[in-house]
């Protein structure tokens, strides 16, 4: 095993330098970097030129040149990575430090939300196989697929971002809205639970009702300008996400998971205000980190509590719901910051913001305010890459699950009789998690990619926005730089999902043949 | 009659009743027939399909031609992206200037009636006819698709074939070099090549791009290859003599054309939008041309105020990207072998009642 992973990650070393020689070069005929100097009437121009060439070396042939930059990066192995300066004078390892962490917190929050929403949906398509839902969400993911992401994020920034900040002006639901929105959730949860026409009828009516009064409380209330849940609507919500998780996970025949599950999403409500004194009184990212520990250690200890056998799912089960309803908690303290945020000077009621990834008028030290505007810059990008990227997920997982539903096993275990819910969450949906994993670990990477037009629209100061500014500075320093992180991502992200699939799949051993 | 015989014992053999109607509709047809027939069942594709064929015959004819420098021929619209109509003031919605005078909108319903008018799409800042310049951008654009599409198929389809075929080295070779170009972001590729060529006009910027395209459709090519030689029907040409070169274009080559097709469609889409990614960061095509991804990257500020200059573009990118795909799917779906069509209850009922009469005239 070891072997085998020394030998590829060899492997990709040895692509990592083919690709770099060939983009170095590729980049190097392309780019000219004197062009500017050439046309400037300076009387000192041919030092300038003299001394531009001596600084980037031009006065060596690219392929030569290639392995002058290939010494400075293999500083790597001895700590000392150089890659070179950039033409605004920066080291490019500082420019990167600076763009990396930015791209990152695009890109995981993309591909997290698009994965789950894609899954999601996909499963419930390919559960639903050509049904009207299933022909409406195929077509949608295939509009999703032919938008330009540009123009994507051009409409959500005017629709999404500026006329949203003048609603909350005057945050008054039109009553069309009311209905209109009633009427969308209306068919989509019909279309999800299908059924019989009775059935179809009821769920419509019943989500038509609740999601019109819904908004139209929650408008007439004011509740967009100062959100929260409170204790109340966390105690109910925790109790829904108690059944529902217990459902999926195991069913609730399991009396000793349902307890578990309703026990810990009943600590999560007592600790409300305990967890709201520590969030107000000492927040930091360190206590964050240890509330959670704190929660799953004790959604342990209650799933072993009230289990004898079969102790692993009740566990899990239990520490699904404890994250997900002291979520409620977590999300219920951002939504009290929602209010002293928009009334900072820097945001002055326009939370919704269209450039950048935060506001650097706001100099707020709370540890909340700064936090929710990272949240509400990430607002936008995300939800721009997540439309494009989701609709591969759909597809993917409609197919995925379609498959494996085919297969023997999942007759044989229908024919001994086992639930249907068993037969979909044990047997089908966790083969179908298989492939899953590893094309969301391979997609993480091609985002890095495909953020370059998103930071641009967005203005995001992430690799994209370095590799464009690379570009048009013809700056060969920067542009390798910006390849070679993203390079090496990708590298490493199909090479971790070699391996994932092999550790996933027992009919998959590493090194076997290779 | 024997075939006949064996028709009727495979049906007989088949329970579910599904499989009679599948194999009755494909009896007796040529593969092409079968892939035609399947894919015209796919009403999505067949709309696309239409789509397509009026935005290509729409955008091209819509200017003079010059065959050979002398044969004019006549374009149907009025305006050309170089004329300078005079701008539309006045009874534009909040004092814009410039507005599409498109209407669709009958009599009786209260609008204008259905018809084009002046200038159906607007005007731009200088009065230039906004329909004729997303005509142009429309020219470009799909120029661009194909020219990409066309040379990273070619390419694709030699390089995989070849390192499918003959394995060994050669394979390894080809297939480390494609290792390594798939390494690298279609889009900083892009970026890079564009920036700096794309002044010599949009079809050298297509051929460039076209050149970095194809590694994809060569790596599926090469897998398709590497089943298809290792099969007993290459296995018995090979032993009836035949030469390398029929083996590839009589045996593999029309097996794998389904792949081969299916993928292009999908790197046809994918150029479309490509191409304007590019054009709109400003690496693309770059004025006085036009191209889809330009027009909506120069008149995005004026969205607020006008936002037809950003809607026509987009809608025009779209309807070609979404007729694409939904082609690649119906074509999907045509050769699959597997594919099932989903058995009306129709037929299923028409099936069983044709049955239960076979068994009770038995």
Redesign the interface.
């Known amino acids: 095993m070891v072997a085998f992973i020394l030998r590829r990650l060899g492997v990709l070393g ?3 330098m ?2 770099s ?3 170095y070069n ?2 190097a005929i ?3 970097p004197l062009a500017d100097l050439r046309l400037s009437t300076d009387p000192d121009r041919d030092a300038k030129i003299l001394a531009l060439t001596r600084e980037l070396q031009l006065d060596v042939i690219p392929p030569l040149r290639y392995f002058l930059w290939l010494r400075g990066v293999l500083g790597i192995f001895i700590g000392q990575p150089d890659f070179g300066t950039g033409r605004d004078g920066l080291a490019v390892l500082d420019s990167l430090a600076l763009a990396i962490p930015v791209t990152l917190r695009l890109v995981a929050a993309a591909t997290l939300l698009a994965a789950i929403l894609g899954i999601m949906i996909g499963i419930v398509t390919a559960l639903r196989q ?1 049904s009207r839902f299933d022909y409406s969400m195929t ?1 949608i993911a ?2 999703l ?7 994507v994020a ?1 409409l959500l920034k ?1 629709y999404l971002a ?1 006329s949203f900040n003048d609603f909350l002006r005057e945050p008054n639901i039109p009553f069309n809205w009311i209905i209109g929105i009633g009427l969308a959730s209306g068919l989509f949860w019909a279309s999800v639970i299908g059924g019989s026409r009775k059935t179809f009828w009821t769920t419509y009516v019943v989500a038509f009702v609740a999601s019109s009064s819904l908004v139209a409380v929650l408008g007439m209330t004011g509740w967009l300008l100062d959100p929260s849940l409170g204790p109340i609507v966390v105690l109910v919500l925790s109790i829904g996400i108690a059944f529902g998780v217990t459902q999926i996970s195991v069913g609730l025949g399991n009396r000793k998971a349902l307890g578990a599950s309703l026990t810990i999403a009943g600590l999560s409500v007592v600790a409300f205000y305990p967890a709201n004194w520590v969030f107000d009184n000492y927040a930091s990212a360190l206590n964050i980190f240890l509330m959670v520990c704190a929660l799953i250690t004790t959604s342990v200890f209650i799933g072993l509590a009230f289990s004898k056998i079969d102790r692993a799912p009740i566990v899990r089960t239990t520490i699904i719901t404890g994250v997900l309803s002291a979520n409620l908690v977590l999300i219920d303290k951002f939504m009290q910051t929602w209010k002293p945020y928009m009334q900072t000077d820097a945001i002055n009621y326009r939370p919704v913001p269209t450039v950048g990834e935060r506001n650097d008028l706001l100099n707020s030290p709370d540890f909340w305010i700064s936090n929710l505007d990272v949240i509400t810059h990430l607002f936008l990008p995300t939800m721009a890459l997540t439309l494009i990227g989701f609709a591969g997920y759909i597809r993917f997982a409609r197919g995925t699950l379609l498959e494996v539903l085919n297969q023997d096993y999942i007759r044989t275990a229908r024919a001994k009789g086992l639930s249907e819910r068993t037969v979909i969450m044990r047997h089908a949906f966790r083969n179908t998690m298989i492939p899953m994993a590893t094309i969301l670990v391979a997609d993480f990477a091609g985002v890095i ?2 953020a ?2 998103t930071e ?1 629209v967005f203005a995001w100061s992430g690799m994209g926005t370095l ?2 500014q690379a ?2 500075g013809q700056d060969l320093n920067l ?1 390798m730089g ?2 070679f992180v ?2 090496t991502m ?2 490493l992200a199909n090479f971790v999902a070699d391996l994932l699939y092999s550790a996933l799949d027992p009919r998959i051993r590493v090194g076997s043949g290779a | 009659m024997a075939r006949k015989s064996k028709a009727s014992v495979e049906s007989t053999e088949v329970l579910s009743g599904e499989n009679a109607i599948q194999n009755k509709e494909i009896e007796g047809l040529s593969q092409g027939q079968i892939v035609r027939k399947r894919f015209f069942r796919h009403r ?1 594709a067949v709309v696309s399909l239409f789509t397509i064929t009026s935005i290509v015959l729409i955008a091209f004819t819509a200017f003079d031609w010059k065959i050979f420098g002398a044969i004019k021929v006549p374009g149907w619209w009025k305006w050309t992206p170089e004329d300078l109509p005079e701008l539309r003031y006045g009874d534009c919605p909040n004092d814009t200037v410039g507005c599409p005078t498109i209407s669709l909108l009958p009599k009786f319903l209260g609008g204008q009636g259905i018809g084009l008018g002046n200038h159906p799409f607007g005007q731009d800042d200088i009065g230039r006819d906004y329909f004729a310049l997303v005509m142009r951008g429309t020219q470009r654009s799909l120029s661009v698709m194909v020219v990409i599409g066309s040379i990273a198929a070619t390419l694709g389809v030699v390089v995989g074939s070849i390192a499918g075929f003959y394995r060994g080295r050669v394979d390894a070779i080809l297939m ?2 494609v ?3 798939i ?7 892009g ?3 564009g ?3 794309g002044n010599l006009g949009a079809v050298f910027l297509a051929v460039l791009l076209g050149l970095f395209a194809w590694t994809g459709l060569s790596r599926l090519v090469r897998g398709e290859f590497l089943s298809l030689r290792e099969r007993e029907f290459v296995d018995a040409a090979r032993v009836a003599g035949a030469t390398n070169k029929r083996i590839i274009f009589k045996h593999i080559l029309p097996n794998a054309i389904g792949v081969i097709i299916v993928s292009v469609t999908l790197l046809l ?1 994918g150029a479309i ?1 490509l191409e ?2 590019l054009s ?4 693309g095509v770059v004025p006085p041309d036009v191209s889809l ?1 330009l027009l ?2 120069q008149y ?1 500020d004026s ?2 105020t006008r936002p037809w200059l ?1 809607w026509y573009p ?1 809608f025009f ?2 309807s070609i ?2 007729s694409i ?2 082609i690649g ?1 119906g074509l999907r779906d045509a050769f699959d072998p597997r594919q099932r069509r ?1 058995i009306s209850k129709k037929e299923r009922q028409d099936s069983a009642t044709a049955r239960k009469l076979a068994q009770a005239n038995d």
């Open positions: 040895v692509i990592l083919g690709s020689f060939i983009l590729l980049a392309s780019a000219d050509y077509f295939f509009l697929f032919s938008l330009p992401v540009f123009w051009v005017e500026i990619g495909g370059f037009i641009s590799g464009l570009i048009r542009l910006v390849f993203t390079a990708a590298v | 999505a480390r070099f290792d390594f170009m390494t690298i972001p279609v889009i900083i590729i970026s890079v090549v920036y700096r060529y889409s939008l304007t990614a709109y960061i400003g690496f991804g909506i990257s995005q969205f607020t950003f987009g990118i779209i990207a979404l795909n939904f799917d989903r």
